[in-house]
């Protein structure tokens, strides 16, 4: 497949990814050069038929790279979404899950296993329905009767503990990486930095046992275990739905975001507040222009945040293209800013 270069997306020594476009046609790609790679897993993983993983188009050896071109997924990651939006409910945290469940089943029922070794937000894409799990750069495959890895690899928070050199990784390093995965969801920390009290606690805790044998010893039992929790815990969605409409700032819980995101809350109010009509033409002037201000600023806020997820109504937010969706995006709030507008010469019309 020949492609052209639209942007380097992350470029290391050992590897380089880029987003691509196909000569001949509009489609975009993704494409992955690797310095260090498992060349038969790679070929495994394109024959896999699975709804949850970017489609491999093509695999080709070039002077000790691998070049790869698979799927864009145009999507959020979960990382982002939890910097936007915060904590998701019991509700939510169980769709997400149970879908990788769903594909980490198949990857694990491969010959040999297909162990991922590297689940966490950043690399799982979500589009407030449907998980891709993607970056299986650092997978591997079980390899029968090895006691260790012999590469030791893992993010920081996410990979088991086996990952460091204890033991060889297996199904069960997946299930660690999901606990930890599944417990962030639902609070935006780690196991390490809070606890979690829900219905979901005991399942998170076994799945995270330091010791492989105490976890879950395949993903069908962590699935089994989830649905039956679910199950019996329905009624208390409701409770979690509030979590939305927390205000853009405050969602992530991050002290630095408050401070800012308080900040310019205060300054808003003071300019809307402070705000004086020169010469006003009716007595409900000044009143008119301040709710004309705080109509542009929820609106403002709302498309710069993507408050209650409000980009997925923007038209086209879809297309692959990023200018092109950022583009969108700014087009929709100028049309928002205008309807307010010429709202506002209507009500001012009619009152003189």
Same mark, same amino acid.
């Given at each position: 497949?020949?492609?052209l270069?639209l942007e380097?997306?992350? *470029?290391?020594?050992t590897?380089?990814?880029?987003?691509?476009?196909? +000569?001949?046609?509009?489609? $975009?790609?993704?494409?992955?050069e690797?310095?260090?790679?498992?060349?038969e897993?790679?070929?495994?993983?394109?024959?896999i038929?699975?709804r /949850?993983?970017?489609?491999i188009?093509s695999?080709?050896?070039?002077d000790g790279?691998l070049?790869?071109i *698979?799927?864009?997924?145009?999507s959020e990651?979960? =990382?982002d979404?939890?910097?936007h939006h915060g904590?998701?409910?019991?509700?939510?945290?169980f769709?997400?899950i149970n879908?990788l469940?769903?594909?980490l089943?198949?990857l694990?029922q491969?010959t040999?296993?297909i162990?991922?070794?590297? $689940?966490?937000?950043k690399?799982? %894409? =979500?589009d407030?329905?449907?998980?891709?799990? %993607?970056d299986?750069d650092i #997978?591997?495959e079980y390899?029968?009767?090895q006691?260790?890895d012999?590469v030791?690899?893992?993010?920081?928070?996410? @990979? !088991?503990?086996?990952?460091?050199g %204890?033991l060889q990784?297996d199904e069960r !390093?997946?299930?660690?990486?999901l606990g930890?995965?599944?417990?962030?969801?639902?609070?935006c920390?780690?196991?390490q930095?809070?606890?979690?009290h829900?219905?979901?606690?005991?399942?998170?805790?076994?799945?995270? #046992?330091?010791d492989?044998? #105490?976890? =879950?010893?395949? $993903?069908k *039992?962590?699935?089994t275990?989830l649905?039956?929790?679910?199950q019996h815990?329905l009624?208390q969605?409701?409770?979690?739905?509030k979590?939305?409409?927390?205000l853009p700032?405050?969602?992530s819980h991050k002290p630095?975001k408050?401070?800012? #995101?308080l900040?310019?809350?205060?300054l808003?109010a =003071?300019?809307i507040? *402070?705000?004086d009509v020169?010469?006003?033409m009716t007595?409900?002037? /000044?009143?008119?222009?301040r709710?004309?201000?705080? @109509?542009m600023s $929820?609106i403002t806020?709302s498309?710069?945040?993507n408050?209650l997820s409000?980009?997925?109504?923007?038209p086209?937010?879809?297309?692959?293209?990023r200018?092109l969706?950022?583009?969108m995006i700014i087009?929709s709030w +100028?049309v928002?800013?205008f309807?307010? %507008?010429? +709202?506002?010469?209507i009500?001012?019309?009619?009152l003189?």
């Amino acid at each position: 497949m020949t492609t052209l270069e639209l942007e380097i997306i992350k *470029e290391t020594p050992t590897k380089r990814i880029t987003l691509v476009r196909e +000569l001949d046609k509009r489609n $975009i790609y993704i494409k992955k050069e690797l310095r260090n790679y498992n060349k038969e897993l790679w070929y495994k993983l394109q024959q896999i038929n699975i709804r /949850g993983i970017p489609r491999i188009y093509s695999i080709q050896e070039n002077d000790g790279w691998l070049e790869i071109i *698979e799927e864009y997924i145009v999507s959020e990651t979960l =990382y982002d979404y939890l910097n936007h939006h915060g904590k998701f409910s019991s509700e939510e945290a169980f769709q997400i899950i149970n879908q990788l469940c769903d594909i980490l089943a198949v990857l694990h029922q491969q010959t040999p296993k297909i162990i991922h070794r590297d $689940i966490k937000p950043k690399n799982i %894409f =979500y589009d407030g329905k449907q998980v891709y799990l %993607f970056d299986f750069d650092i #997978a591997r495959e079980y390899e029968e009767g090895q006691k260790r890895d012999t590469v030791y690899l893992g993010s920081k928070g996410y @990979a !088991s503990p086996e990952q460091f050199g %204890f033991l060889q990784t297996d199904e069960r !390093s997946d299930i660690y990486s999901l606990g930890v995965l599944y417990h962030v969801l639902l609070t935006c920390q780690l196991p390490q930095e809070s606890e979690y009290h829900g219905y979901e606690e005991l399942l998170i805790k076994k799945m995270i #046992a330091m010791d492989p044998q #105490a976890r =879950y010893q395949t $993903i069908k *039992e962590v699935q089994t275990k989830l649905n039956h929790l679910h199950q019996h815990h329905l009624p208390q969605e409701n409770k979690e739905e509030k979590r939305c409409y927390t205000l853009p700032g405050f969602r992530s819980h991050k002290p630095w975001k408050m401070i800012i #995101a308080l900040i310019c809350y205060i300054l808003i109010a =003071y300019v809307i507040v *402070e705000f004086d009509v020169v010469d006003p033409m009716t007595p409900y002037d /000044g009143i008119l222009y301040r709710l004309m201000l705080i @109509a542009m600023s $929820i609106i403002t806020i709302s498309f710069a945040t993507n408050y209650l997820s409000i980009w997925k109504y923007v038209p086209g937010i879809h297309v692959q293209n990023r200018f092109l969706r950022m583009l969108m995006i700014i087009l929709s709030w +100028l049309v928002m800013m205008f309807i307010i %507008f010429i +709202l506002a010469v209507i009500i001012f019309t009619i009152l003189m």
